[in-house]
């Protein structure tokens, strides 16, 4: 039994030198002729080996063939390329090679074939939002003198106002003598009579100006005039009106309290049209363009999307999110949207007509984009290419393919690496790209 065993070993360790002895062997075989490769090239006058004549499509020059025949694309003959427009070619898939598939192969992998074609693309970029107050409308009460709050007819936040409508009563010593002054002149001026010197008349009419001026800088109306005026009288408690339409969003003063100059009292809002700020991803900024439309779905109302438009694209991007902020002006006549709400906004970019190929046909490698071009009779042939924008499904080419070429579509993953060992087994093998398959063994995809 002991003699059988150590037998075993010595066949498997004879097997393992032998296998080494080969490879060593191998590599310094290779080794040598890339050597006796690079002397023979490097030597003085040695001979350049001729270039292998390459073959493309005059319409579609991204179409290149090894041997004479038609472009599968179009049908044209396939003209021999010039040493210039070789190296104008676009370079090969960098550690891949082209394989050839035959039709049993291709369907137990799976391969699909599409096509490059040219259409109008559109993107969707979807964002969260919020309703903000329309800054635009935004207004505050305030007063030009001091004085005490006698009455208040705005009692809360929320409360609607009108342009014009009272809001509360003020007592001011200095309003109540500016009135006192405005009256006197007024007086005076009418108290001289015809035959009185003309510089006084100037000097009346300087003088009620003046204290009209003061009322007038001090926010007092024309109506409020013309009730002093017919009454003769100074008005003790002067009533404060808005200037806007909107909702008290704000009110900072009290029944009695003394006002300063300066100080806001009360905030109003317009909410007729109201700001919608949606935040865009850093990638995505650059497809948002002022005045493009966009559909705005609240939580608070399913089922009921609303329009709005892009008015404004902020400068600067929010360094903890790495996102943009976009502006959206929303009509409110009804005043559903309530500022605080939160929204899903969809905002539609039309992207023109552009080269596009199925998003499955590019295989992302990291540092490249690869696509597998059907050059007919079942050849494959990798290439890089370079990728735009993708959409629905779809990926925008910049370069790399021509319009109608084909693509694998479907068996990417497979294809891909049945490509990468036939490059490998190049690099090994000295330029053999067929793997040996041992007898027995059927043919396996991705083998």
């Keep these: ?169 003020v007592y001011s010593p200095d309003l109540l003598e500016a009135q006192q002054n405005y009256l006197v002149a007024r007086a005076a001026l009418a108290s001289l009579g015809k035959d009185a010197p003309a510089d006084s008349r100037l000097l009346a009419e300087a003088m009620l100006r003046s204290a009209r001026e003061r009322l007038r800088l001090w926010d007092f109306s024309e109506e409020q005039l013309k009730e002093i005026e017919s009454s003769q009288k100074p008005e003790h408690d002067v009533t404060i009106f808005s200037k806007v339409d909107g909702v008290v969003t704000a009110r900072n003063v009290t029944l009695g309290s003394n006002v300063e100059p300066g100080r806001n009292l009360f905030e109003i809002a317009d909410l007729t049209t109201v700001w919608m700020l949606a935040d865009v991803f850093e990638s995505e900024a650059p497809l948002v363009k002022v005045g493009q439309q966009a559909k705005i779905e609240l939580n608070a109302l399913p089922g009921d999307p609303l329009t709005g438009a892009v008015s404004y694209i902020y400068p600067a991007l929010d360094e903890s999110t790495r996102r943009l902020r976009v502006r959206l002006e929303c009509p409110n006549p009804e005043g559903r949207l309530k500022p605080g709400m939160f929204a899903a906004v969809s905002i539609a970019v039309d992207l023109g007509v552009q080269l596009v190929v199925d998003d499955d046909a590019v295989l992302d490698t990291g540092l490249r984009q690869i696509v597998f071009v059907d050059k007919g009779e079942g050849r494959l042939e990798p290439r890089e290419v370079t990728v735009g924008d993708r959409a629905d499904g779809l990926a925008i080419i910049a370069k790399g393919l021509d319009e109608g070429e084909k693509v694998v579509t479907s068996g990417n993953f497979l294809v891909d690496s049945e490509s990468r060992m036939k490059a490998a087994l190049k690099q090994v093998g000295g330029g053999n790209a067929e793997p040996e398959k041992k007898a027995g063994m059927p043919d396996m995809p991705g083998m």
């Design 1 to 169: 039994m002991a003699t059988k065993v150590l037998s075993r070993i010595l066949i498997v360790a004879a097997i393992i030198v032998l296998v080494v002895a080969a490879a060593v062997a191998f590599h310094l075989r290779g080794a040598a002729m890339n050597h006796a490769e690079r002397t023979a090239m490097e030597a003085p006058g040695a001979a350049k080996a001729p270039q292998k004549v390459m073959y493309h499509c005059p319409m579609h020059p991204n179409y290149i063939s090894d041997h004479p025949g038609t472009c599968p694309i179009c049908g044209m003959d396939l003209v021999p390329m010039t040493p210039e427009e070789m190296e104008a070619a676009p370079p090969p898939a960098v550690d891949h090679a082209m394989i050839t598939l035959s039709p049993e192969r291709r369907q137990l992998i799976g391969v699909q074939i599409g096509m490059a074609e040219k259409k109008r693309v559109s993107r969707t970029i979807r964002a969260a939002g919020r309703v903000e107050y329309n800054e635009k409308t935004l207004a505050a009460v305030n007063l030009k003198f001091g004085g005490w709050v006698e009455e208040l007819m705005v009692k809360s936040v929320g409360e609607t106002v009108r342009k014009g409508s009272p809001l509360m009563t």
